[in-house]
């Protein structure tokens, strides 16, 4: 009877496990498949509001224009329809706060009744008129030529230099310079903190006392605890002020200060699997090469560093993958500009503090709250590719071993 009672209980417990590793491999699924359907959202739409019409003479020969045309446009960097392929005729821009210019307030009425009647009178009258406004202002004997707007392609998301979601008329998605942002930054941070933590684990796995490496582990491991806002905090208060005075720079919050807190938040991975890593080295190896007349170090550079390559290799790379996916701390020290990096002393930002900082204001379903969500699809993608190299590392270590 107790045999029977035992093995239930032990069935018992192993279905509860394994509804909860069920459960949570579908949760992840699901959170990526929802991840991933919001952000394929963004591919199938025009970067124009809802509701909005961009609007040109019927006589115009131009039908269709690219966003960064159409920004060009409203930016007066283009100033004639033949830079477009029209007419050689002057661009007259015009919005909806414009028609005062055009029309008194008789004219359109008190309550703006004629406000329809009036931009459709406008557009007929000026052939070199681009008119952007709402559809609610469309008249039902409408002359004028709706542009043809193309949706947004994922190469040009992808390669796009600029990053202004909410710009009126057409909205600008290149997310470049958050891609680049966001790798100039994490491997800045893993250049600084690879030597330190390298150091660091040599230092506790082969040189310290046990008395030194029993009290100097716990408070490196400690490190791993403390939220990345008090990180943004030291950041903002000693590392950029004093990056500001040594490169005298305008700003002190530039992709290096990012680097040098997220170095400081990356060491406490390194160190420990790096130190881990070279303990494991066989002891009989280590004491041949000391039999042989190797020095001390000459045995931690010959022997217990290539034994242990691997599990450093993963330490960094599981680093990089903490840098790339911090949030505050970065969004707190780097100047959160969406501008292409040519060095990490120019401010920069990073696709996690995008996210951060933009989604609260992005209303939900629009064309802004999609490009976030597709921000966040590039940075799974990136993070996934990290740990599957992390995978690829350990593999090649367990070969090595058998």
């Excluded at 045309?69 to 029209?86: A, E, M, P, S, Y």
């Excluded at 796009?160 to 057409?170: D, L, N, R, S, Y």
């Excluded at 002891?283 to 010959?302: D, P, V």
């Excluded at 401010?347 to 992005?362: D, M, N, Q, Y």
Aim: proline content about 5%; aromatic content about 8%.
């Amino acid at each position: 009877m107790k045999t029977n009672f035992k093995q239930l209980k032990e069935k018992l417990v192993e279905a509860i496990l394994m509804l909860s590793g069920a459960a949570t491999s579908i949760t992840v699924v699901l959170i990526v498949f929802f991840l991933f359907i919001e952000g394929a959202g963004v591919f199938n739409r025009k970067p124009i509001d809802d509701g909005y019409l961009l609007v040109v003479n019927a006589t115009n020969k131009v039908k269709t224009l690219q966003p960064s045309q159409v920004k060009d446009v409203f930016d007066k960097k283009i100033t004639n329809w033949n830079q477009l392929g029209g007419e050689n005729r002057p661009i007259v821009l015009f919005t909806t706060s414009d028609i005062t210019q055009y029309y008194t307030e008789e004219e359109l009425g008190a309550n703006f009744e004629h406000f329809p009647e009036k931009i459709n009178e406008l557009i007929q009258k000026q052939p070199g008129i681009i008119a952007f406004f709402s559809d609610k202002y469309k008249s039902d004997q409408f002359v004028g030529k709706e542009l043809d707007i193309d949706k947004i392609k994922v190469w040009e998301f992808l390669s796009g230099e600029e990053w202004f979601p909410t710009a009126q008329p057409i909205a600008q998605m290149g997310v470049k310079p958050l891609i680049y942002g966001t790798l100039w930054v994490s491997f800045g941070a893993i250049l600084l903190a690879l030597p330190i933590g390298l150091a660091a684990a040599i230092y506790l796995s082969e040189i310290a006392q046990k008395r030194t490496r029993s009290l100097l582990k716990p408070l490196i491991e400690l490190l791993a605890g403390i939220p990345s806002v008090v990180y943004g905090f030291f950041g903002l208060v000693v590392i950029v002020p004093l990056i500001q005075e040594m490169f005298n720079l305008p700003v002190g919050e530039t992709g290096l200060a990012g680097s040098v807190v997220l170095a400081i938040m990356a060491l406490p991975t390194i160190i420990t699997i790096s130190e881990d890593a070279m303990r494991n080295t066989p002891r009989a190896m280590k004491e041949a090469s000391l039999a042989l007349g190797a020095s001390k170090w000459q045995t931690i550079y010959k022997v217990v560093m290539p034994y242990s390559a691997s599990g450093i290799t993963a330490g960094a790379i599981l680093g990089i993958g903490r840098a790339i996916g911090e949030t505050m701390a970065v969004l707190m020290v780097t100047g959160n500009a969406a501008v292409i990096p040519n060095t990490l002393l120019a401010p920069v930002r990073t696709i996690p503090a995008t996210i951060a900082a933009e989604l609260g204001e992005a209303p939900n379903g629009g064309l802004h709250y999609e490009a976030l969500f597709a921000l966040g699809c590039i940075l799974f993608l990136i993070t996934f590719g990290i740990n599957m190299l992390v995978e690829l590392v350990t593999n090649r270590k367990a070969h090595k071993k058998h």
